[in-house]
């Protein structure tokens, strides 16, 4: 199956910088309110200086309605 142009540019991008696209508008205190991780961990996993467990990655994943493999495994 073809990638689009979308998928190609995503694949080149870290963990932390797909965090930071799909957060989109939404501030890190909204993102920590609604899925209960804090925003010290938030932006410490978007500017890539630590990398969440496994329950926080399918946490994330659910909260923006990707695969966890959609931004943690590339």
């Known amino acids: 199956m073809k ?3 979308k ?3 995503n694949m080149s991008k870290s ?7 799909l957060r989109g508008e939404r501030s890190r205190e ?3 309110k609604e899925t209960g991780i804090t925003v ?3 932006q410490a996993y978007e500017i ?3 990398t969440p467990r496994d329950g926080v990655k399918k ?3 659910d909260f ?3 695969p966890v493999a959609y931004i943690f495994f590339r």
């Open 30 to 32: 909204e993102v920590s």
């Open 15 to 21: 963990a932390g910088e797909i965090l930071r696209t």
């Open 59 to 61: 946490e994330l994943a």
């Open 64 to 66: 923006y309605g990707v």
């Open 3 to 5: 990638k689009t142009k």
């Open 40 to 42: 010290r961990s938030l």
């Open 7 to 9: 998928e190609v540019q």
């Open 48 to 50: 890539g200086t630590r």
